[in-house]
């Protein structure tokens, strides 16, 4: 079966640094998506990981570990717009390369 | 264009009746997608077009769902007997090709009454 799991809601402190997780079971894996999500807007590309290791850019940063499943999106020096949601998909192989997704985690981010 | 646009912004019918969604994805753009999202969910895929085809229809709920692409451009979602849990925001990104970064549009937000 297919399964992407994320926390639900997060909370942080502006300034700070917060790391969202996700882990994912999947017929075919070809890739990893993260998306960040403003209430009533559309996603908007953040990330993309298909070979194991960190990727970084600007104050975002994103590892995967395809042997176990698992990736997180890392934010540092955190500021009031990153209050979002943030969604992981996984592009599966086992189906036709679509993209399956997260239920989204929404992140707070308080004073 | 600038971005993937998406018309009309909000939609509210009468369970029963028919709607039409209308894309218009980034310029060039080869691959398009629909999805729709509810509250606290993430995209659901819905279809797939590649050129003027659709590549992967296999996330329509049901034969109620239709979509076209006709010149390979501006596509429209066509929902047929709307029913009160289709309810939700119909999503369209654009892609250089499948596999590649998405572009979403805002989402029409449809209401069943």
């Known amino acids: 079966g297919q399964n992407i799991d994320q926390p639900t809601e997060m909370t942080a402190t502006e300034g700070a640094i917060v790391q969202i997780n996700c882990t994912y079971q999947t017929s075919g894996f070809n890739g990893l998506f993260w998306y960040q999500q403003h209430a009533g807007e559309a996603p908007t590309f953040l990330s993309y990981?298909?070979l194991d290791g960190l990727e970084e850019k600007g104050r975002f940063s994103s590892f995967l570990s395809r042997s176990k499943g698992y990736s997180y999106l890392l934010l540092k020096e955190l500021q009031m717009k990153d209050s979002a949601s943030y969604l992981c998909a996984v592009r599966d192989r086992g189906s036709n390369y679509q993209l399956i997704w997260g239920a989204g985690t929404k992140l707070i981010i308080k004073p | 264009g600038a971005g993937v646009s998406q018309t009309p912004s909000n939609k509210v019918t009468e369970k029963g009746k028919y709607v039409e969604l209308r894309c218009d994805p980034i310029s060039g753009h080869t691959a398009l997608y629909w999805y729709r999202q509810s509250l606290g969910q993430g995209p659901e895929f819905l279809i797939y077009?590649?050129?003027?085809?659709?590549?992967?229809d296999s996330g329509l709920p049901n034969d109620r769902f239709f979509a076209v692409r006709p010149e390979g451009s501006v596509s429209t979602l066509k929902i047929q007997r709307t029913e009160r849990g289709d309810s939700a925001v119909y999503l369209c990104?654009?892609?250089?090709?499948?596999?590649?970064?998405?572009?979403f549009g805002p989402g029409t937000r449809l209401t069943v009454l």
């Open positions: 077009f590649q050129g003027t085809g659709a590549a992967d």
């Open positions: 990981n298909v």
């Open positions: 990104a654009s892609s250089v090709g499948q596999g590649n970064e998405q572009f």
